[in-house]
């Protein structure tokens, strides 16, 4: 197995987590368990997949369904366990964007696309999976907290698009650009790193 | 007309009025209300559509943008007369869950999926219109509630598979279906039927 | 470069301006930026690109990419300035409006479509960019506004397919369908203008 067939299982596997832990936050039942982590692991790729014109993966390929269905069960029986959820959704969602911006650029590149949309689509891809599960779960998008979250995606799309460019086999290219976007958002999530932030003219802006 | 085109067009026209119902407690105008009928009404089909790689059907077959425009035409001006509209828009769209179920899971058959992806299509695009519907107007998703909702969706999708799969008919496989979804949901919303959630360990979890 | 060629473009830079100013509503960082301003830009002919099962435009032409990435640059350096902010998201993406209600119906009539799926797919792809940036973002969506709004997609997008049923040219049909959606879509804004909504019977409707 490449290293990018193990990134495609572990970005739906930790997406379909994150999207089940969210609901169980919602306390659903466990069949609103495996549609929300279906949505949420399949989703980017998904978007993905629609937007080059391909096959949509998990029709074709349909043990990715069985990744998300396996982890709605598990985490149905055993999230009581966890002390904190919210964070486990965030690992598991950092995990995830990490690994679909790269994912999602390098299907743009196969497909004949050039560098800047394959970075754009990394990004999108990446984040498009946990929206849907926020948006669906009245939870504030992630996008709109203080901390690094698209510019992850964005620094992991363009790492392996950049090495890439410069020569670099598939496999390190794929390796670095998701640890160089998993550490960016980690950075987030346990360091509070943030970017510099629009800031409104105090006094001029009234809405 | 099969019993297939029959739930194809049933599904688009409850979709619709639950739509055209949402519009008028969002108290929109007329062409608000052809909009959100519209969009509910054609959603899960066009997703279904989309993901199968097939020609959308309302882009060749018109009629059925007529039947979402006729429905907003009509619910504009008799939704006064109707006592307790949510309830309407409940039912409407339990019609419509267990119409797509079915739909969405024949659609996948036919184009070569199989039975597991066809089950997950057919709850994926019941589902679709009425989340559409209730992210734009800012109402909960019905998935939120705690009665059985995509329950329904999946047991009128794995009736039909399972039925087909077993050599029935495709029209008893189809009325089976749709009503064993129907059936199902109707006991959520009339009987407040339900599956065991997912209950928070008491002094564990924080969030 | 006709007509249509700059109402495209025209329509990804001011919704990509629109959705770069709901990202400064929200102080995300540059990044953030981007990617709204990107998602409102090329959304609503993303989706239409998608129905009508044509290769998506910004994939084969990069430049529209570069559009929002510049919109979110300049906005994000200068939004400060602007007094009231939010009036310019309103103006930004009326323009917008009446520039995707002619492209929606007129990509739909070269790939074959007749005249009702035109107008509505112009109605559709006019409104969906700015849907997804206010759903993200958590706005209220401008639909749920009481002042004209889809009607001023649906005028545009009618006028347009109006004009070239009777045989105008396509410059012609086109600046008149553009003018014809901003001018009601501005009467909205500027005065107020409203369609007669619907309103329940005094004391029959519970919800």
Known sequence: MSILHFLDFLGVAVFAISGALVASRKEMDLIGFTLMASLTGIGGGTV???????????????????????????????????????????????????????????????????????????????????????????ETPLILRKEVYATGAMVGASVYVGLGFMGISDTWAALSGFSAGFVIRSGGIALGWTLPTYKPHPGRNYD
């Open 48 to 138: 993905r997949d629609l937007l080059l014109g391909q096959d949509v993966f998990w029709i074709k390929t349909p043990y990715y369904l069985g990744v998300c269905l396996l982890m709605a069960f598990i985490v149905f029986f055993t999230a009581h366990i966890i002390r904190r959820r919210f964070v486990v959704v965030l690992w598991a969602d950092a995990l995830g964007i990490a690994a679909y911006s790269v994912l999602g650029a390098e299907v743009a590149l196969l497909a004949g696309a050039n560098e800047l949309v394959a970075i754009v689509m990394g990004v999108m891809t990446a984040t498009f999976g946990g929206l849907v599960r926020d948006v669906i779960c009245l």
